[in-house]
């Protein structure tokens, strides 16, 4: 009963370094997101997908790309990481959105970026 | 487009007093709106939620809600605080399409013995 899952959990980055997050979903979800949540900002969206092989851009995508090559998996790459991309990542899922709108957010346990 | 605001950064209250968490909304249509919480050094999990209905909505852990569409207000309430509920109170609203939710800044609780 996995959830949502989000690896790594913390990471330690050095600016112009590049790296990726990983969200698995074991739910069967259509739809996929990642936030990164920043203090007095609330969780601002980065980008989402609402199938398997789409993406779109939230708004905060610059300095991000991803990728939903599998329905369960989404990523975050960081080409060039920059210090005002430290924060915390989170990915979340949900089944497809429809006119009730009455779908719930799964989300992972976040991951801790710091870019020095 | 759709936004929610949270005009309380911190909420002060003591245990076994009610409690009040406030959200404004602001949308063209039919709104529907969340209240999620966080815990330190968790994800956030779903309280609950107004579709349509009743104005009163009832949730997770003895919480609920007012929807109230003359003030566009979805303010989240608790009868009897306790020092556990102290965590980070989200309030969110779908977006055009219902593809994307738009949450507000968060509103830190804090329930003192």
């Known amino acids: 009963n996995a959830g949502v899952t989000q690896t790594p959990k913390f990471r330690v980055l050095k600016t112009g370094q590049s790296m990726t997050l990983l969200c698995a979903q074991d739910?069967?979800?259509?739809?996929m997101y990642w936030y990164r949540q920043d203090p007095g900002m609330g969780l601002r969206l980065i980008h989402y997908s609402v199938g398997e092989g789409t993406t779109a851009k939230g708004e905060v995508p610059d300095g991000y790309n991803v990728s939903r090559l599998k329905k369960q998996n989404f990523l975050l790459g960081l080409e060039s990481a920059a210090p005002s991309q430290t924060s915390v990542y989170f990915c979340?899922?949900?089944?497809?959105?429809?006119?009730?709108?009455?779908?719930?957010?799964?989300f992972g346990a976040g991951s801790r970026l710091t870019v020095l | 487009a759709q936004s929610v605001a949270q005009p309380e950064d911190q909420v002060n209250v003591a245990e076994g007093n009610p409690l009040t968490v406030k959200c404004t909304y602001s949308v063209s249509g039919n709104p529907y709106l969340f209240w999620y919480v966080q815990y330190p050094n968790r994800g956030l999990q779903f309280l609950l939620k107004?579709?349509?209905?009743?104005?009163l909505v009832k949730g997770s852990y003895g919480f609920e809600a007012e929807f109230n569409k003359s003030q566009t207000s979805f303010h989240l309430k608790k009868p009897s605080a306790l020092v556990s509920d102290s965590a980070l109170y989200f309030c969110?609203?779908?977006?055009?399409?219902?593809?994307?939710?738009?949450f507000g800044t968060g509103t830190r609780l804090l329930v003192s013995p």
């Open positions: 979340a899922s949900s089944n497809r959105g429809g006119r009730t709108g009455a779908n719930v957010l799964t």
């Open positions: 969110a609203i779908w977006g055009t399409g219902f593809q994307k939710l738009v």
């Open positions: 739910m069967n979800h259509e739809y």
């Open positions: 107004y579709i349509t209905g009743d104005n």
